[in-house]
C-alpha cells in the first residue's frame, strides 16, 4: 500500500503484527496481519472507524505495547525483544507523544511539565533550560512558561504537550487525536504546528484524527477497517 | 432521604479504601476498649471485694494491713462481741489473719514484684465471695502448704500447683487453686495463720481481724465498740470504705487509658475524614446529580455523615470482635496502698463494649462533619460538570 | 533535584488529604512520643541511681515495716559506709492537697553526704542544721510554688498525728527534679512521741552512701545479715534495684504500652497506605504518561515511596513535637511519674519515633507504588478514553 519504493531504509517497520486482546476467556482479534513502512520525514495519518484498532497500532509503534505476533522495528531495533525496563529508555530516547487530553501533570508548570522528560536524561540544568525554552518557543508559549496547565486553555496545554513531545528530539511523533478535543481554531494551530515541525524540523510524524481535514495535511494517510489496514475507505463516510 | 442502601453501596464499591479505614478504626477501638476493659476489671475486682456487712479492724493508726500489728491472743477475743454473724455451724465468722509481703519475681522474666501472702483459718474463707477451690485440695495446716489463685500461678513463679514457695527459709507447697468471685484475694497466697507467723518468726501476731455483722445496725455497733474498748486498740472500717481507698490503684491506669484514648481517637478520626473526602470527591457528579434530582443539602449532610458513621461503627464492631479472646485475660497493676500488686481480669461487660461502638460513632461523626459540610457546599452546575 | 521538586508538588496538591494524613501520623506518633519517653524516663531513673553508690535498708516486710533510729547508727558504722541517714515518707497534706510534693524526714547533718551530688550554700545548710523546724526545698519546687526562703510552710499529716510546721531555709540544687523538701527526723518524731504514738524512733527507710560500686555488694550483705536475727530484720539493695523495684511494678503497663505503640504503628501504616492509594487510584492516567515518557518503574516506584515518606517524616516531625511538648508538661505538672524533661533524656528511643515513621511511610508507600509501578501504560492511558 506504501506509495513507491523506499528511498532510504524505514525508521519504522511493522511486520506482519496482530495483537489480540484476552478478555476472560475469548480473544478479541484488534489488529489482523498489518504491515506499514516509515521513512524519516514522513507525517502518516491514521483513521478508521472508532473502534478499529488505530490507538492499538500507535501504541505498539510507540513501544508501549507488544504484538501478539509480528515485528515491529524502529530504527532497525526489534522493540519485541526489548524487556520493560529498555523499553522505557527507548521510549524516553526515540518517542514523543501527544495525547487527546494532554496529559500534562497538573502540579508542574508548563515549563516543569517540559522539563520532566529531560529528568531522564544526563543533561545539566543549564542545558535542559535551553532546551525546554527553545521547545517552548517554537510552539510559541515561551511567555507561559511559569503557568500551570489549569492556568491555560486547551489549545495552548496541548501545544505545551507537543513542546513535551518534542524537546527530547525524538526519531518519532506520535499523537493520538491531537485536535479531538479543540475547537477548530485551537485545531488549526496545532496542525500548522505539527506540519511545521514535519517540514522545518523534519519530524516523522504518525497522527490518529477522525477529522479528513486534519488527515489532509498529513503527507499521507492510511485507513484501518477492522484491524486491516487498506489505502482507501470501503465505505465513503470519510468523503472530504 | 437518601436510601442508607446508597451508602453501603459507595462502601462497597470502594471496598479497598473502606476496608483499610475499617481495620485502622478497628485497632483504635480494641486499643480503647481493652484499656476500658482492664479499668472495668480493677473496679470490679475491688468492688465485689467489699462485702456491705463486713469490717477490717486493724491496729489503730493503721491504713493498710501491712503496716498493722496485732496480738493474736486479743484480736481473737473480737470474735465475742455481740453482732457478729455466725455459719451455720454457729461459729462466729470473725476470722484473725495475719498479712506479708514477699517479693518474687513474675514469670517471662518481667522483673520482680511484692505479693501478699495471708495467713489464715478455715472461717476465713467464708467471709470471701464464693470462695471455692477450683483444682487440687484446700490446704492443711501444719504443713507449710499455701494455696492461690489459677491467675497468680500464671503470673509468678513458684506458684503453680506443686511448686514451692520461699518464705524466710522456709518452702511452702501450693496445694490447690481458689476462686472468689474475681475479688481482690485472687491477688494472694493463702497459707495457714499458725503456719506463717512461724516461717516470720513473729507467732502471736496477726494484722487483721475480718468480721461480718448480723445486720446495718450490729455494724455500726461492732465499729463503736472496736474503736473504743480499749483493750483491743484498734479501729474498724467497712470493707467497702476500705477498698474504695485502694481503688486510686486505678487511677493512674484510667489516666494512662484516657491519654492513650484521646491521642488515638483523634488520630482515627482524621483518617476516617481522609477517607470522606475522597468519597465526596470522586462523586462530585452524583451530588451533583442528587441535587439536581431535588434532594436538599440536608439529605446529602445526612446521607454522608451517615455513610462516615457506618464506615467508623464496622471498624468498632470489629474492634470489640477482636478483643473478645481477651476477655478473662488477667493483669496487674500496681497497687501503691499495699506496695504490692493487684491481680485482675480483663471484663468486656456489655456496658465497656458499647463505650466503644459509641466511640467508633464519635470517630465517624467527627470524621465525617467536614467532609459532609463539603459535599452540601458543592455548586450544582460544576459538581454536574466534574469528570 | 527536580524529582524532589515534583514530589513535593505531588505531596501539597490535595493539602486537605495530605494535612489529614500528617495530622493523623502526628497525633498517633505523638503518642508514641509520649509513651516512649514515659518508658525511657523510667529506665533514665535507674540508670541515673547507678552512678551514685547508693544503699537503701528497708524492713523486709517493705514500707509498712520498721527500722528503729538506732540501726541508722549501726549502718553507719559499718565497713565501707561513708554516711547514713534516716529517710521517712511524711506524706502530708499542703493546702488541703493531697501529697502535693514528696516530703521526707532525714538528718540535716549527714544527709548532703548521702547525696553529695545536690548542691546547698554553707549559710542556708548551717541554718537547716540548727533550725529543728527547718526545711530545705529543691529549687524547682521553691520556683513552681513561688516560696522565698523564711516562708512557712504548714502540712497536715496524713498517717501521722502530727502536723508540721516547717519553715523555708534554704535551697538545693539536684540532678533531676526531685520535687522534694526536706526536715528533721527529731523534729517529727519528738511530735509524735508528744501525742503518744504507738511507733515512735521509726527511721521509715536508711539512705547510706557506699564508698565505691565494688563493695556494695559486699555492704548489703553485712548489712542483712547483721539485722537478720533483730526485731527488724531488713532487705537492702542498691538505689539502682531500689529504682528498678518501682519500674517493675508497672511491668504489664509496660508491655501494655508496648503493645499499643504496635497497634498504632500498625494501624498508621494503613492510614497511610489507605491514602496514598486514594492518591494514586486518582493519578493513573498520570503516572502512565510519566512512564509512556520513559520513566522508568524504579523511578515511579521511588517517587512515590519519596511521596510517602515526605507525608509521614513531617507527621513523626509534628508527632515528637507534640510528645515532647507533652514531656515537658507531664514533667512540671506530675514530676514524681515524669522525673525528667525530655531535653535530659536524649536517646536512642527518639530515634525509635523517627525509624517508626520511615517505616510507616515506606510499608504504606509499597502497595501503591509497586501497584503504580506495575501499572501498564496501555491500560492508564486507556482510562481517559
Ligand atoms: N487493553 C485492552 N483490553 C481489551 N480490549 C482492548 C484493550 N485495548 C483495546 N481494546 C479493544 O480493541 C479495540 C480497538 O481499540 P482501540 O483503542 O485501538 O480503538 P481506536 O481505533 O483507537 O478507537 P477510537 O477511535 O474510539 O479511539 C476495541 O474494541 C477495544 O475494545
Ligand atoms: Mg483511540
Known amino acids: 500500500m506504501s506509495s513507491g519504493l523506499p528511498s532510504s531504509d524505514p525508521i519504522v517497520e511493522v511486520i506482519n503484527v496482530s495483537k489480540e486482546f484476552r478478555r476472560d476467556q475469548n480473544s478479541i482479534p484488534v489488529l489482523n496481519n498489518v504491515n506499514l513502512q516509515l521513512f524519516r520525514g514522513d507525517y502518516l495519518s491514521l483513521m478508521g472507524p472508532s473502534g478499529s484498532g488505530k490507538t492499538t497500532l500507535l501504541n505498539l509503534l510507540a513501544g508501549l505495547d507488544r504484538p501478539t505476533s509480528g515485528k515491529v522495528l524502529v530504527c532497525g531495533e526489534d522493540l519485541g525483544v526489548l524487556s520493560e525496563g529498555a523499553l522505557a529508555k527507548w521510549r524516553s530516547r526515540h518517542v514523543g507523544f501527544i495525547f487527546q487530553l494532554y496529559n500534562l501533570i497538573p502540579v508542574l508548570t508548563a515549563f516543569e511539565n517540559v522539563e520532566l522528560p529531560l529528568t531522564l536524561t544526563s543533561l545539566s540544568r543549564k542545558e535542559r533550560k535551553e532546551h525546554v525554552t527553545t521547545a517552548l518557543e517554537v510552539v510559541g508559549l515561551a511567555d507561559r512558561m511559569d503557568h500551570f496547565p489549569r492556568q491555560l486553555s486547551g489549545g495552548q496545554e496541548q501545544r505545551v504537550a507537543i513542546a513535551r513531545a518534542i524537546v527530547t528530539d525524538p526519531t518519532l511523533l506520535v499523537a493520538d487525536e491531537p485536535t479531538g478535543d479543540l475547537d477548530a481554531k485551537s485545531a488549526g494551530e496545532i496542525l500548522d504546528l505539527m506540519q511545521r515541525l514535519n517540514s522545518d524540523f523534519q519530524k516523522t510524524i504518525v497522527m490518529v484524527t477522525h477529522d479528513p481535514n486534519a488527515a489532509a495535511r498529513a503527507k499521507r494517510t492510511v485507513h484501518l477497517e477492522k484491524g486491516v489496514l487498506v489505502a482507501e475507505p470501503t465505505s465513503v463516510s470519510h468523503s472530504k | ?387 | 533535584m527536580k524529582t524532589f521538586k515534583y514530589i513535593w508538588r505531588n505531596v501539597t496538591r490535595n493539602w486537605i488529604r495530605s494535612s489529614l494524613t500528617i495530622l493523623s501520623v502526628g497525633v498517633s506518633l505523638g503518642l508514641m512520643t509520649l509513651l516512649y519517653g514515659f518508658i525511657a524516663s523510667q529506665d533514665e531513673w535507674g540508670k541515673e541511681a547507678k552512678k551514685n553508690n547508693r544503699i537503701v535498708v528497708m524492713n523486709v516486710q517493705g514500707f509498712s515495716g520498721q527500722l528503729p533510729i538506732a540501726s541508722v547508727d549501726t549502718v553507719r558504722g559499718m565497713q565501707g559506709v561513708d554516711a547514713a541517714v534516716p529517710y521517712s515518707w511524711y506524706g502530708g497534706k499542703y493546702q488541703n492537697k493531697e501529697m502535693p510534693f514528696a516530703q521526707f524526714a532525714t538528718d540535716p547533718n549527714e544527709v548532703f553526704n548521702v547525696w553529695p551530688e545536690f548542691t546547698i550554700s554553707e549559710e542556708e545548710l548551717k541554718a537547716f542544721k540548727e533550725n529543728r523546724q527547718g526545711c530545705v526545698v529543691d529549687r524547682r519546687l521553691l520556683a513552681k510554688w513561688g516560696w522565698k526562703v523564711g516562708d512557712r510552710i504548714p502540712l497536715q499529716g496524713t498517717f501521722y498525728p502530727f502536723d508540721l510546721d516547717l519553715q523555708i531555709v534554704g535551697a538545693f540544687d539536684s540532678p533531676q527534679n526531685t520535687d522534694s523538701i526536706w526536715f528533721s527526723w527529731s523534729y517529727l518524731d519528738e511530735g509524735l512521741k508528744q501525742k503518744n504514738f504507738a511507733r515512735t524512733g521509726n527511721s521509715g527507710t536508711i539512705f547510706a552512701r557506699v564508698g565505691s560500686a565494688e563493695v556494695m555488694p559486699a555492704v548489703i550483705k553485712a548489712i542483712d545479715d547483721r539485722f537478720e536475727s533483730s526485731d527488724s530484720p531488713t532487705r537492702s539493695q542498691t538505689e539502682a534495684a531500689f529504682a528498678q523495684m518501682f519500674v517493675d511494678m508497672l511491668g504489664n503497663v509496660r508491655s501494655y504500652i508496648q503493645s499499643i505503640a504496635i497497634a498504632v504503628v500498625f494501624s498508621l501504616s494503613l492510614v497511610t497506605a489507605n491514602s496514598m492509594a486514594m492518591s494514586m487510584r486518582e493519578r493513573v492516567t498520570e503516572i502512565a504518561v510519566l512512564k509512556a515518557i520513559g520513566f522508568s518503574r524504579l523511578r515511579v516506584l521511588s517517587m512515590i515511596l519519596g511521596e510517602s515518606m515526605v507525608v509521614t517524616f513531617i507527621g513523626a516531625c509534628i508527632g515528637f513535637l507534640i510528645g515532647c511538648m507533652w514531656l515537658q508538661l507531664l514533667n512540671s505538672a506530675i514530676p514524681q511519674y515524669f522525673p525528667f524533661k525530655p531535653a535530659e533524656m536524649i536517646g536512642p528511643w527518639m530515634l525509635t519515633t523517627f525509624v517508626a515513621a520511615a517505616g510507616i511511610g515506606l510499608v504504606s508507600g509499597l502497595i501503591p507504588a509497586l501497584k503504580a509501578a506495575q501499572l501498564s501504560v496501555v491500560d492508564g492511558l486507556r482510562r481517559i478514553g
Not at chain 2, 117 to 132: A, H, I, N, Q
Open chain 2, 1 to 387: 432521604m437518601i436510601p442508607v442502601r446508597y451508602n453501603v453501596r459507595n462502601l462497597r464499591v470502594r471496598w479497598m479504601t473502606t476496608l483499610m479505614t475499617v481495620i485502622g478504626t478497628a485497632l483504635v477501638v480494641a486499643a480503647s476498649v481493652l484499656t476500658l476493659s482492664l479499668i472495668a476489671g480493677i473496679d470490679h475486682a475491688l468492688r465485689i471485694s467489699g462485702h456491705e456487712l463486713d469490717l477490717i479492724a486493724l491496729r489503730k493508726g493503721s491504713t493498710d494491713e501491712i503496716s498493722s500489728g496485732l496480738e493474736q491472743k486479743v484480736a481473737r477475743e473480737v470474735s465475742s462481741l455481740p453482732g457478729i454473724a455466725r455459719d451455720a455451724a454457729g461459729q462466729p465468722l470473725c476470722s484473725v489473719e495475719f498479712v506479708t509481703i514477699l517479693t518474687k519475681p513474675r514469670r517471662n522474666n518481667q522483673g520482680t514484684t511484692n505479693i501478699i501472702v495471708r495467713g489464715l483459718e478455715p472461717v476465713g474463707r467464708s467471709l470471701r465471695p464464693d470462695f471455692k477451690i477450683t483444682e487440687g485440695r484446700d490446704l492443711n495446716p501444719g504443713l507449710n502448704e499455701a494455696i492461690t489463685s489459677r491467675q497468680m500461678a500464671e503470673r509468678f513463679e513458684n506458684l503453680r500447683l506443686g511448686e514451692k514457695l520461699e518464705i524466710n527459709k522456709r518452702d511452702f507447697t501450693v496445694v490447690g487453686y481458689f476462686e472468689a468471685s474475681g475479688s481482690s484475694a485472687e491477688s494472694e497466697v493463702w497459707t495457714d495463720l499458725k503456719d506463717v507467723t512461724l516461717a516470720r518468726a513473729t507467732p502471736e501476731v496477726a494484722t487483721t481481724v475480718n468480721l461480718r455483722a448480723q445486720d446495718m445496725d450490729a455494724r455500726k455497733t461492732l465499729i463503736d465498740a472496736l474503736e473504743n474498748d480499749k483493750r483491743f486498740l484498734m479501729s474498724a472500717v467497712t470493707e467497702i470504705d476500705y477498698f474504695k481507698e485502694q481503688l486510686s490503684a486505678s487511677y493512674a491506669l484510667w489516666v494512662i487509658g484516657i491519654i492513650i484514648a484521646s491521642f488515638l481517637i483523634v488520630g482515627a478520626s482524621f483518617a476516617a475524614s481522609n477517607t470522606m473526602f475522597a468519597a465526596v470527591a470522586s462523586r462530585s457528579r452524583e451530588i451533583g446529580t442528587l441535587r439536581a434530582l431535588g434532594f436538599d443539602r440536608r439529605a446529602i449532610l445526612i446521607s454522608f455523615l451517615l455513610e462516615s458513621v457506618i464506615l467508623c461503627s464496622l471498624g468498632g464492631v470489629l474492634g470489640c470482635i477482636c478483643v473478645l479472646p481477651f476477655s478473662g485475660f488477667s493483669t496487674g497493676t500496681a497497687n501503691w496502698q499495699q506496695f504490692s500488686e493487684i491481680t485482675f481480669s480483663a471484663r468486656l461487660s456489655p456496658l465497656v463494649l458499647s463505650a466503644g461502638i459509641l466511640l467508633a460513632v464519635g470517630m465517624g461523626l467527627f470524621g465525617g462533619l467536614l467532609p459532609a459540610i463539603r459535599a452540601v457546599g458543592m455548586n450544582i452546575i460544576t459538581a454536574l460538570r466534574e469528570r
